[in-house]
């Protein structure tokens, strides 16, 4: 799983500095986890997103954006808690969770919002 930066975010994700209105620039659907190292249920949902990343290989990316050290990032997107995800289907708007999300409830998220299974 790839850790963003502001700028690997927006040559992968979404340009904010360039588009105002919401413009994908990946190649699959992506789901970005919201996290920081001190925060208990992000610990939680880290390994689950480790096993769905391989189990959907190829199909979506699951990307972490490290809140501490991502500040501006994290503030062009409002995340108040964390851990915050934003599900990015490839077609239409992103939509954010927020909140530990199990595996199930992910599994489907991914289906329902990101059109893959």
């Known amino acids: 799983m790839e850790h ?7 040559e992968k994700v979404f340009n904010y500095e360039k588009n105002k209105e919401w413009k ?3 190649e ?3 789901v970005i986890d919201f996290y920081a190292d001190w ?3 992000c610990k939680m949902v880290a390994p689950i997103l480790e ?7 190829g199909k979506l990316n699951i990307f972490k954006v490290n809140t ?12 108040r808690s964390i851990p915050s995800m934003l599900f990015v289907p490839k ?11 199990p595996k199930d409830a ?5 289906k329902d919002i990101l059109n893959v299974e």
């Not at 963003?4 to 927006?10: A, I, N, P, S, V």
């Not at 769905?52 to 290989?57: A, M, T």
């Not at 239409?92 to 927020?98: E, Y």
């Open 51 to 57: 096993e769905l990343s391989k189990e959907y290989d």
């Open 91 to 101: 077609e239409g708007k992103p939509q954010m969770a927020q909140g530990a999300l």
């Open 68 to 79: 501490e050290k991502e500040q501006e990032l994290s503030g062009a997107f409002g995340i």
């Open 4 to 10: 963003l930066t502001k700028e690997t975010f927006q």
């Open 28 to 30: 699959l659907p992506c």
């Open 106 to 110: 992910l599994q489907k998220a991914f």
């Open 39 to 41: 925060c208990q249920p």
């Open 24 to 26: 994908f620039e990946g």
